[in-house]
């Protein structure tokens, strides 16, 4: 059964430092997305990107987030100077189409900033 | 803005037997989506079952089923013949007039043998 995979499953950065963050969503989806979950806390979205641009952003995605489809398998998360309060377990999702289709959720990548 | 509430941080069910998982949420969409996911301690999230507000009929699949009042705005997710496998955090959400999900705070589910 296809799924969405990420890399790393775990990483750990310091403060001020550049992080990607590397998804590859099932194949013929069209949708993909990016949510994070601080530990303990609910999952909050971050961004959805369909036809090569971003569709939607939330508060939490500023000028330090970036989203990429570099080729036609990967989408990448960039985090430009990583803050302590960004350390949070990061999620890919894609989906067939937007609308009621369902996202299916990569096993994330658990990120640590010291 | 939608917003969604589970109102049981915590629930117990032995083995075997039946839950009921509560979600209530507020939207001023006429068409969305509403879906419950799984979160085991691995952390993946996994979708349980998905519901679409325009039906009248309760989705099921298999073991798991939802009860939605509409007019309510009612989503509960129910667990038939509970295994210890469905031990996890449990989240309710809401999809209508954007991309996003949005996340309920969760229901922490013990299965006790």
């Known amino acids: 059964e296809p799924e969405v995979t990420q890399t790393p499953s775990h990483q750990v950065t310091q403060m001020g430092q550049e992080v990607i963050l590397r998804c590859v969503p099932i194949s013929n989806h069209l949708y993909f997305y990016w949510y994070r979950q601080i530990l303990g806390q609910k999952v909050e979205f971050l961004v959805s990107f369909y036809n090569n641009e971003i569709s939607e952003k939330s508060e939490i995605f500023d000028d330090q987030f970036s989203v990429e489809r570099p080729d036609g398998s990967n989408f990448t998360l960039k985090i430009r100077s990583t803050k302590l309060e960004d350390s949070a377990m990061y999620f890919c999702?894609?989906?067939?189409?937007?609308?009621?289709?369902?996202?299916?959720f990569g096993p994330g990548t658990r990120l640590t900033v010291t | 803005a939608q917003t969604v509430t589970q109102s049981q941080p915590e629930m117990s069910v032995q083995e075997a037997e039946t839950v009921t998982l509560s979600c209530t949420y507020d939207t001023s969409e006429s068409d969305y989506y509403l879906f419950w996911y799984k979160q085991p301690p691995s952390r993946q999230m996994i979708l349980v079952i998905r519901q679409e507000a325009y039906k009248q009929q309760n989705a099921t699949e298999n073991r798991f089923s939802v009860n939605f009042q509409k007019a309510a705005k009612s989503f509960s997710l129910k667990i038939s013949d509970s295994q210890l496998g469905d031990a996890a955090m449990y989240f309710c959400?809401?999809?209508?007039?954007?991309?996003?999900?949005?996340f309920g705070k969760g229901t922490k589910l013990t299965v006790n043998p």
């Open positions: 959400a809401p999809k209508g007039g954007s991309e996003k999900l949005v």
């Open positions: 999702a894609s989906s067939y189409l937007g609308e009621g289709y369902e996202q299916y």
